[in-house]
């Protein structure tokens, strides 16, 4: 090759992709190599609740049994909550480092000292966000408000209290105000004169 010749690169001699394939995932951040199983949205009540404190796992003990009293029911683990519920979700716990963040599915929003916020998800239903942060908190009125969504979550699913469908809105006819503008004449121009 002479001195003025460029070296010519090949793509065999550029540094492999494929060896380094892999993704990172989206939930949890971890670096999972290709062809690698990874399951981290399912988890389980005990993983969920393995590092709490003393306090706050007795109160999720005493919520939990206080929960499953209610009735027929499914309670299972998602991503990073505890889920109750009939046909729908009706509450769910959402375990932190120093308190348990309660959601409560009511048909109104709720007051209490526990509650933080209230916000409305459907035209029937109001998440009630709850912080407990002792086991003497899960007690009246939070009882009495998780047998209220629970009734209300089993009276949806049993259609006593039906969702109305979605109608096409038909426009009502809106009387309009017609507003006519009435411009100054000009000096410079003469006026129209109407001959009768």
Not at 57 to 71: C, T
Request: charged content about 30%; proline content about 5%.
């Amino acid at each position: 090759m002479g001195a003025g010749a460029a070296k010519i690169e090949t793509h065999a001699e550029e540094p492999s992709m494929k060896a380094e394939a892999g993704r990172e995932c989206y939930h949890c951040k971890e670096w999972v190599a290709a062809g690698e199983a990874h399951d981290c949205w399912t988890t389980t009540e005990a993983a969920l609740t393995r590092d709490l404190p003393e306090d706050l796992h007795e109160a999720w003990e005493r919520l939990r049994e206080v929960g499953a009293s209610l009735g027929d029911q499914r309670i299972y683990a998602s991503h990073n909550s505890i889920m109750f519920a009939r046909r729908s979700c009706y509450f769910f716990v959402r375990p932190k480092k120093s308190f348990l963040e309660v959601c409560i599915f009511a048909d109104r929003a709720l007051a209490g000292p526990q509650v933080r916020r209230s916000t409305r998800t459907s035209k029937t239903k109001v998440a009630n966000i709850l912080q407990i942060r002792h086991p003497d908190e899960v007690e009246a009125p939070l009882t009495d408000w998780l047998q209220d969504a629970y009734e209300l979550a089993g009276a949806q699913a049993n259609g006593a209290t039906p969702i109305r469908a979605k109608q096409k809105r038909i426009p009502t006819p809106v009387a309009v105000r017609t507003t006519v503008v009435v411009r100054k004449a000009r000096a410079s121009r003469p006026k129209a004169r109407t001959r009768y």
